[in-house]
């Protein structure tokens, strides 16, 4: 899996910033420079009046601010699995790589077996892997041996089944029908700061399977440094709480 961002709205704290300050303030903030518009809130400078403002809004669940700040996400090589949690949030824009125009008709056996085209979970290779719903805790090392004979060769049979159903000229996108759940797809995916925060509420939670949780933890990670105080603040006081920005 790999995660970059690839646009962001600029200095997103002060958009968030100077659309809450036009909440409660009498003038203009189109016609007035950052400094007047945060003048009202503590601080001795402004990178010190944008933390008090940012974390004020947070702590008492201001969140419309944080819906105009938006950044742009590629992902390469998530499960179909996790794509299907990921897209049922309904307030973030995917574009996903096609199935029915992509034939991976040129798949290196090889790759198949490392795991590129097919994502392989932790349980298949790592004995002390212990899931959220894996029956039992670690395991033997034959019995993860015997989970990773039967995956591959599961895999395997499936991308030569496509392969030939590709061969005897079907078209990719019934082709497709026969790989995995697992089979591996890049997107591009944009939210708002609050979605980001509401997508974290749900899949950086304990209860969120390892992959899309793997995937939001990157998320927040460039997150952390494209808009800082809110997600130092995020880290620090919101995540994992039992109240979470959406119900
Ligand atoms: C651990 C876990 C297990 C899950 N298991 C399942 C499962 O077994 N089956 C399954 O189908 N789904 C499952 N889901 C998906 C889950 O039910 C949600 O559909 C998904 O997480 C999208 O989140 P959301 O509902 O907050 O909506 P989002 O689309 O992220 O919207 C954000 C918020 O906007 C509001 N909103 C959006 N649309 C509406 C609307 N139409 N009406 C009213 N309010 C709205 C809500 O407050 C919502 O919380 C699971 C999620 C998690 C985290």
Redo the contacts with the bound molecule.
């Keep these: 899996m790999d995660v970059r961002l690839l646009e962001a709205t600029d200095d997103p704290e002060r958009v968030v910033c100077t659309a809450a300050r036009n909440d409660y303030a009498a003038g203009f903030v189109g016609e007035q420079s950052f400094a007047e518009t945060m003048a009202a809130i503590d601080g001795e400078t402004l990178a010190a009046k944008k933390r008090t403002l940012v974390g004020h809004l947070l702590d008492h669940g201001h969140f419309g601010p944080f819906e105009h700040p938006q950044a742009t996400f590629a992902v390469e090589g998530i499960s179909r699995s996790c794509m299907a949690?990921l897209t049922?949030?309904?307030?973030v824009s995917f574009d996903v790589q096609s199935m029915r125009y992509v034939a991976f008709d040129e798949v290196d056996p090889a790759a198949v077996r490392a795991g590129e085209m097919v994502v392989t979970p932790p349980a298949v290779t790592d004995p002390d892997w212990v899931g959220r719903k894996q029956r039992d805790g670690a395991v033997e090392e034959s019995v993860v041996e015997e989970r990773e004979r039967i995956f591959r060769e599961s895999v395997a049979r499936s991308v030569a089944a496509y392969q030939e159903l590709l061969d005897s000229g079907m078209a990719p996108e019934d082709a497709r029908f026969v790989l995995p759940i697992g089979t591996a797809v890049n997107l591009v995916m944009s939210m708002n700061v609050r979605?980001l925060m509401?997508?974290a509420d749900?899949?950086a939670?304990a209860?969120?399977q390892w992959e899309i949780r793997e995937l939001t933890e990157r998320v927040l990670d460039l997150a952390a440094e494209w808009c800082p105080l809110t997600f130092a603040h995020y880290e620090e006081h919101m995540k994992g709480r039992k109240n979470r920005l959406?119900?």
Excluded: C, G, L
């Design positions: 949690q049922r949030h309904r307030h979605m509401h997508v749900m899949r939670a209860d969120a959406a119900p």
